[in-house]
């Protein structure tokens, strides 16, 4: 595949290539999903991971169970929580009106992802924050993840 070439040529200078699924990619196919093949035509050797644990929640994948049978390949995660009540399942990559909200009290179980992630080898985590009201979101966010041990 392409992204291996590209992982290849990035080596050649110090640099890694990732690829950040937005939920698209778990639209199903005979043999699992988009995302799987994603995964069985990449080197590991050239082509890293980021997991977003919000779109691959909303594409209907499980962050847990991804991270789990497939340590080594996520190396750094961006977390967001998905508000309560939110319907998930979506391929489309977007959602329609903003739904994150801040984390630990959204429908995430993030403890469960953070203690996944640190055994499957993450080893960068961001908060990311687009909605109207991150400046008040990302404190809150913030003191969460003190609260968390993993």
Do not use: C
Not at 29 to 39: I, K, N, S
Not at 61 to 68: C, G, K, R
Request: charged share 20%; net charge positive; proline share 6%.
């Amino acid at each position: 595949a392409d992204f291996n070439r590209f992982g290849a040529a990035l080596m050649a200078h110090g640099l890694r290539f990732a690829y950040h699924p937005h939920g698209f990619e778990f639209v199903k196919t005979a043999d699992g999903t988009l995302f799987d093949e994603l995964l069985r035509r990449t080197d590991p050797q050239r082509v890293d991971f980021q997991m977003d644990v919000f779109w691959i929640h909303h594409g209907g994948a499980d962050p847990v169970a991804l991270l789990e049978r497939h340590p080594g390949r996520f190396t750094t995660l961006h977390l967001k929580d998905m508000r309560k009540g939110e319907p998930t399942g979506f391929t489309t990559g977007r959602a329609s009106h903003p739904t994150s909200v801040a984390l630990g009290i959204g429908q995430l179980n993030l403890p469960a992802i953070l203690r996944a992630a640190a055994k499957a080898g993450v080893k960068r985590y961001y908060i990311e924050d687009e909605s109207p009201y991150a400046s008040f979101q990302v404190p809150v966010s913030q003191a969460f993840l003190r609260t968390v041990r993993f």
